[in-house]
């Protein structure tokens, strides 16, 4: 894998150890995504995604308490991912107080909300950028 290679040159760098973690989830293998997870976390405790991944982790292995410990992490770095409120919603809804989850549900939603009329505001007074700049460089 590139993450490896990049690793292997670059260390310190833990956003391929953040990347690896999600490869290492999307294959089911959380042994190792909670590995690369922590080992990013390690070289960077700001990492959003790897606080996210752990808790995506523990919520599929049902181990809630650390479950919330990660999200809640990812929340007080990054208040306004939809994705976590998302997250902490479900973890709430499994094991948190009756009520909480509804907030959190509706915390994405309003999220989602405003970043849509925010791009739909740029669409419209036409301070969209040009398609070129929304490529991604090769």
């Known amino acids: 894998m590139n993450f490896l290679k ?7 760098l833990a956003l391929d150890y953040d990347e690896l973690g999600d490869v290492n989830w999307l294959m089911q293998d959380d042994r190792d995504a909670e590995t690369s997870y922590r080992e990013a976390l390690r070289r960077d405790p700001r990492l959003v995604n790897s606080h996210l991944g752990l808790a995506k982790i523990y919520q599929r292995q049902q181990k809630f308490a650390p479950a919330l410990v990660e ?7 990054d208040p306004a991912r939809t994705d976590i409120h998302y997250v902490r919603g479900q973890l709430l809804l499994q094991h948190g107080p009756q009520g909480r989850s509804e907030k959190e549900m509706e915390m994405a939603v309003n999220i989602d909300n ?4 925010a791009r739909e505001s ?14 991604d460089p090769q």
């Open 6 to 12: 990049d690793a292997a040159v670059e260390p310190d």
């Open 71 to 77: 999200i809640n992490a990812a929340v007080k770095l």
């Open 114 to 117: 405003q970043h849509r009329a």
């Open 122 to 135: 740029r669409w419209r007074n036409g301070t969209v950028p040009s398609p070129e700049l929304l490529q």
